[in-house]
């Protein structure tokens, strides 16, 4: 799978950050894949899920860009259910309790099943996958993500032949989440795939970032990733995922159809009413960049052959 390398990237922005550099000076002389030795040397998973990390790809990607710093992917968030502004998830996520973690898969497929987040951790090999994100307010970052194809978790459930959608419902703990006394949105966040699209080599579940366990602002304990979509595509803290032959309805659209639509593929030439698509402010950047037609991931274009992507927006 090849990502391509835009032309505006510098040959100088091919630099990762120290923390990365660090960590990759680690495997290279413990001679480890590149999880199992941030596995040894940061996460607080149990053993048993640790050793489901030997087996973890390294980075198959060719991406350039640079890697945005871990502190501020881990503290620039939008997790609406805790907080609003962007340094609220850091400060009001930590009570997230990421265990026991079950989530459903069910709807229309042959074996629908309930997995323990142990099992989803086994369930394929683990990968790294440098991935842009670009998120519809005009901001993006670049994240080394953990996980493994949601493909390989259709597949075992087996979808029937009428499975169009694949609608992802993601946790609702008002206990917990002082967001969600606020009727932003309707509650629980939920979103919503084509199969195809679900089933696309690069759509992922993220269970990691950085070589690290997912930290609760980022959607701990598994989220979903797609990389060419506007970053509310990617639902975080799933609890349910089911297939479906009708488009499901998602929180943003129902919120505001007209600003989200069901496919929001980053695409510079549709404008959102309140923030202009064609350019994008790169954290940890000081001028702006172009943004790229499905954020650069030009292998997705044929999912969307004959499509009108102004009116399917
Ligand atoms: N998932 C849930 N459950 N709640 C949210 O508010 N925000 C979305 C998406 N997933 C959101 C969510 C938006 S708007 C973005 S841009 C990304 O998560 C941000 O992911 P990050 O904070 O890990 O960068």
């Given at each position: 799978m090849l990502i391509r390398r835009p032309a505006d990237i510098a040959p100088s922005e091919i630099t990762s950050p120290d923390l990365y550099r660090a960590r990759r000076e680690f495997m290279r002389l413990s001679g480890r894949t590149a999880l199992a030795g941030a596995a040894t040397l940061a996460l607080p998973w149990s053993a048993a899920e640790a050793a489901a990390l030997a087996n973890v790809q390294p980075n198959r990607q060719k991406i350039d860009d640079k890697p945005?710093?871990?502190?501020?992917?881990?503290?620039?968030?939008?997790y609406y259910e805790f907080g609003v502004d962007k340094d609220e998830p850091a400060k009001n996520a930590g009570v997230l309790k990421t265990r026991p973690w079950?989530?459903?898969?069910?709807?229309l497929?042959?074996?629908?099943?309930?997995?323990?987040?142990?099992?989803l951790l086994k369930l394929a090999p683990l990968e790294e996958r440098i991935y842009r994100m670009r998120c519809v307010e005009g901001w993006s970052m670049v994240i080394p993500w953990v996980g493994f194809p949601l493909a390989s978790l259709?597949?075992?459930?087996?979808?029937?032949?009428?499975?169009?959608?694949?609608?992802?419902?993601?946790?609702?703990?008002?206990?917990?989440?002082?967001?969600?006394?606020?009727?932003?949105?309707?509650?629980?966040?939920?979103?919503?795939?084509?199969?195809?699209?679900?089933?696309?080599?690069?759509?992922?579940?993220?269970?990691?970032?950085?070589?690290?366990e997912l930290l609760p602002q980022n959607g701990a304990p598994i989220r979903l990733v797609v990389p060419w979509k506007y970053g509310f595509k990617s639902a975080k803290s799933i609890v349910h995922i089911r297939l479906t032959e009708k488009m499901p309805g998602t929180a943003w659209n129902?919120?505001?159809?007209?600003?989200?639509?069901?496919?929001?593929?980053?695409?510079?030439?549709?404008?959102?009413?309140?923030?202009?698509?064609?350019?994008?402010?790169?954290?940890?950047?000081?001028?702006k960049r172009k943004t790229l037609l499905f954020n650069g991931y030009d292998e997705v274009a044929p999912l969307y052959a004959g499509m009108d992507l102004k009116k399917n927006f």
């Amino acid at each position: 799978m090849l990502i391509r390398r835009p032309a505006d990237i510098a040959p100088s922005e091919i630099t990762s950050p120290d923390l990365y550099r660090a960590r990759r000076e680690f495997m290279r002389l413990s001679g480890r894949t590149a999880l199992a030795g941030a596995a040894t040397l940061a996460l607080p998973w149990s053993a048993a899920e640790a050793a489901a990390l030997a087996n973890v790809q390294p980075n198959r990607q060719k991406i350039d860009d640079k890697p945005t710093r871990l502190k501020d992917i881990t503290t620039y968030n939008n997790y609406y259910e805790f907080g609003v502004d962007k340094d609220e998830p850091a400060k009001n996520a930590g009570v997230l309790k990421t265990r026991p973690w079950t989530v459903i898969v069910d709807g229309l497929c042959n074996r629908p099943r309930r997995f323990a987040i142990e099992d989803l951790l086994k369930l394929a090999p683990l990968e790294e996958r440098i991935y842009r994100m670009r998120c519809v307010e005009g901001w993006s970052m670049v994240i080394p993500w953990v996980g493994f194809p949601l493909a390989s978790l259709l597949k075992l459930v087996e979808p029937q032949g009428s499975a169009k959608f694949v609608e992802f419902t993601t946790l609702y703990d008002e206990k917990i989440m002082p967001g969600v006394k606020y009727p932003i949105l309707d509650w629980p966040y939920t979103e919503g795939l084509r199969l195809d699209e679900a089933q696309h080599p690069l759509t992922l579940l993220a269970v990691g970032l950085y070589g690290e366990e997912l930290l609760p602002q980022n959607g701990a304990p598994i989220r979903l990733v797609v990389p060419w979509k506007y970053g509310f595509k990617s639902a975080k803290s799933i609890v349910h995922i089911r297939l479906t032959e009708k488009m499901p309805g998602t929180a943003w659209n129902k919120a505001a159809a007209n600003e989200y639509g069901f496919y929001s593929n980053v695409n510079p030439k549709v404008d959102h009413p309140r923030w202009e698509q064609d350019t994008e402010r790169r954290i940890g950047e000081l001028t702006k960049r172009k943004t790229l037609l499905f954020n650069g991931y030009d292998e997705v274009a044929p999912l969307y052959a004959g499509m009108d992507l102004k009116k399917n927006f």
